[in-house]
T-cell receptor, first 112, second 115 residues
Framework: QKEVEQDPGPLSVPEGAIVSLNCTYSNSAFQYFMWYRQYSRKGPELLMYTYSSGNKEDGRFTAQVDKSSKYISLFIRDSQPSDSATYLCAMSARAAGNKLTFGGGTRVLVKP | KAGVTQTPRYLIKTRGQQVTLSCSPISGHRSVSWYQQTPGQGLQFLFEYFSETQRNKGNFPGRFSGRQFSNSRSEMNVSTLELGDSALYLC??????????????FGPGTRLTVL
């Protein structure tokens, strides 16, 4: 079983809808949680960075971390066709330095 | 501020050859990490360099190696290429402040095809 599980999708939503993404993990040492967006044939782009449990909001994006359930979420409000991409969750433990452990990614398609 | 740059962007090699990939981090960033991305395994950590020292290593064979120079630029080398080494190789840089870990910014990657 992988340390970080993420539904591969694809997740198809109409423009303007809320996109809901999530990851579960098994390593309780993970303290830093990130969401990246990756367009086809491009490198991942950092969207959200959260330390420990709680919520964080940035524009249309909201990240939630529930360490007790080992579950993280990303919500995208008012989705746009330009949000169509693969979304990757990533995590790291303090003792592991900058080693990120990624989920497999969820492909999202926002239809006009 | 310029982002992470990687060269070359595309590379085709044959089995048994070796390859060197280059990464220039964001100005001021001192940590460089390398990742391999494949459709089957996703993004997997290769290694991290900080101040010219390998700080962390993933679960890859010894054919995969890297180094970092005094200007923080990094190279990774893969020797005796195998078909399974075909992948997108991504470099990520971060600043490393007082905390041990920091947000990482990725380059566009080098797409390696092994024939």
């Amino acid at each position: 079983q992988k340390e970080v599980e993420q539904d591969p999708g694809p997740l198809s939503v109409p423009e303007g809808a809320i996109v809901s993404l999530n990851c579960t993990y098994s390593n309780s040492a993970f303290q830093y949680f990130m969401w990246y967006r990756q367009y086809s044939r491009k490198g991942p782009e950092l969207l959200m960075y959260t330390y420990s449990s709680g919520n964080k909001e940035d524009g249309r994006f909201t990240a939630q971390v529930d360490k007790s359930s080992k579950y993280i979420s990303l919500f995208i409000r008012d989705s746009q066709p330009s949000d169509s991409a693969t979304y990757l969750c990533a995590m790291s433990a303090r003792a592991a330095g900058n080693k990120l452990t990624f989920g497999g990614g969820t492909r999202v398609l926002v239809k006009p | 501020k310029a982002g992470v740059t990687q060269t070359p962007r595309y590379l085709i090699k044959t089995r048994g050859q070796q390859v060197t990939l280059s990464c220039s981090p964001i100005s001021g960033h001192r940590s460089v990490s390398w990742y391999q991305q494949t459709p089957g395994q996703g993004l997997q950590f290769l290694f991290e360099y900080f101040s010219e020292t390998q700080r962390n290593k993933g679960n890859f064979p010894g054919r995969f190696s890297g180094r970092q120079f005094s200007n923080s630029r990094s190279e990774m080398n893969v020797s005796t290429l195998e078909l399974g080494d075909s992948a997108l190789y991504l470099c990520a840089s971060s600043w490393i402040p007082v905390r041990d870990t920091d947000t990482q910014y990725f380059g566009p990657g080098t797409r390696l095809t092994v024939l």
